[in-house]
């Protein structure tokens, strides 16, 4: 399955994005999906992630009441509200075929990527 992420762009402290990411390919499959990012000089972190029903959403306490995760099939979004100069990262979108409602926050657990989409929040 190919993941082709979009969205980012450059905003202002206490802005908002919207980052979408559609599946390609094999999408028969039922997969969990979700965000993650890397900022320069830091490894690479969990988000948001959403299960393949879209019943069971996950979020990092960093972002909490902050981001929300939702998905239309094989499209996942992530609304960034309040964003802060500290969320500034290539952020990636990433899948891995799942039909449990169990999510998974290590990126090793993912075998699909998307290229990233960089989001610059200026103080």
């Known amino acids: 399955v190919q993941l082709q992420a979009s969205g980012g762009g450059l905003v202002h402290t206490g802005g908002s994005l919207r980052l979408s990411c559609v599946a390609s390919g094999h999408t028969s499959n039922t997969y969990v999906m979700g965000w993650f990012r890397q900022a320069p000089g830091k490894e690479r972190e969990f988000v948001s992630i959403i299960s393949g029903s879209g019943g069971s959403t996950t979020v990092a306490d960093s972002v909490k009441g902050r981001f929300t995760v939702s998905r239309d099939r094989n499209t996942v979004y992530l609304q960034m509200n309040s964003l802060k100069p500290e969320d500034t990262a290539v952020y990636y979108c990433?899948?891995?075929?799942?039909?449990?409602?169990?999510?998974?926050?290590?990126?090793?657990?993912?075998?699909?990527w998307g290229q990233g989409t960089l989001v610059t929040v200026s103080s």
């Open positions: 990433a899948a891995r075929i799942s039909r449990s409602e169990l999510l998974l926050t290590i990126p090793e657990r993912y075998r699909y």
